[in-house]
């Protein structure tokens, strides 16, 4: 009896970070279990390649030249991407993770806990749910108030 293989489609991923070696390290450890299309130096870069690749998910430094991420994720969503945008930062400040999510954000990951959550982040997103790393305490945010970090709509 023949055996059916079963294709499972990877989620098709985007990412930009702005340091070389980080770039490589999170597509090493991203690539058993997602599909990485490309990495990009900078938001715009990534930007103008997301709609031509529709990638499922962009991976996004929160701090990069050219444009930011938060810029980033708000053209991609002015732009009628349905990527779900997940942020990997060494900022772990609650308000960043206020501001991402108001942007619409599915996750935001602190850098030194990506290893044992970027994954599980994205699956989240996915998932259509919002993953916050566990080293953030988002009840000691204030609220909102212009305080924390700008982004143009």
């Known amino acids: ?28 450890h991203l690539e058993p279990e ?38 980033t994720a708000t053209r991609l969503k002015q732009s009628g991407s349905t990527a779900k945008i997940v942020f990997l930062a060494v900022v772990d400040d609650p308000d960043y993770v206020q501001a991402a999510i108001k942007i619409g954000a599915s996750g935001y990951v602190v850098k030194r806990r990506m290893l044992s959550e970027l994954r599980p982040a994205i699956n989240e997103a996915l998932a259509g749910r919002v993953f916050v790393s566990s080293s953030i305490d988002l009840g000691a945010a204030p609220e909102q108030n212009g305080d924390g970090p700008q982004v143009d709509s």
């Open 1 to 28: 009896m023949r055996k059916v293989r079963e294709f499972v489609k990877r989620a098709r991923i985007l990412l930009a970070d702005d340091h070389d070696q980080m770039r490589r390290r999170i597509q090493r």
């Open 34 to 71: 997602f599909e990485v299309l490309d990495t990009f130096g900078n938001g715009l870069a990534l930007l103008e390649a997301a709609s031509r690749l529709e990638p499922d998910v962009c991976v996004l430094d929160i701090s990069m030249p050219v444009l930011n991420g938060l810029e």
